[in-house]
Structures are given as C-alpha cells and as structure tokens.
C-alpha cells in the first residue's frame, strides 16, 4: 500500500533552513563589506540577490509545512524572478533598439 501523506519538514530541518537561509544573507553582506577582494565583492553581490529572494522562503519554513509545499514556493519565487528578468533585459534592448533608430 502506498502512503500519501506529505512529507512534513520536522522542526529539525525547518529551523536548519531557516539558519541556512539567514546565514548565506549575513555571508553575502561579509563579502560586500570586505576590503581585500573584488572577486568576493563581485560573489557578494549575487548572493545579496539569491539571499533576498530566499528570504521570501522563511515564512514556509514550518516544523507542521510540507517540503511539497517549500518547493512550490520556491519554483514560484524562481519563475517571478525569471519573468522580471526576462522584463528587464527585453525592456533595456527595446531601448537600445529605440535609441539607434533616432
């Protein structure tokens, strides 16, 4: 017989989420902040991105929520992102486009 119970995350795993997220949050800003290196700035600010949108997550990471229920938001975040991106950059060479032609 099979079980369809959803799997439920566990205090356990939804607390070391929960850190795993806050922390890439204060490892990006460490690497903003440093002063020795433009590799490490550069890492920092597209964790500063990643760490921003993952935040939209912590409010999912329950011991009583499902993990279905953690990757539907964050496929959910990823496609809005990706559509926004997908925006921005059409948007910038529309622009360009509009600009050559004056």
Do not use: H
Request: positive net charge; aromatic residues 8%; charged residues 10%.
């Amino acid at each position: 017989m099979m079980n369809n119970q959803p799997k439920l995350m566990g205090r356990s795993n939804a607390r070391r989420v929960e850190n795993s997220i806050i922390g890439l949050g204060i490892a990006a800003l460490i690497m903003i902040f440093q002063p020795f290196s433009l590799t490490l700035f550069s890492i920092g600010c597209v964790l500063v991105v990643i760490a921003g949108l993952s935040n939209n997550l912590l409010p999912v990471c329950k011991p009583e929520g499902t993990w279905r229920g953690f990757f539907r938001v964050a496929l959910i975040i990823l496609t809005v992102f990706v559509v926004v991106v997908a925006i921005a950059i059409g948007s910038a060479v529309l622009y360009g486009v509009y600009l050559r032609a004056q």
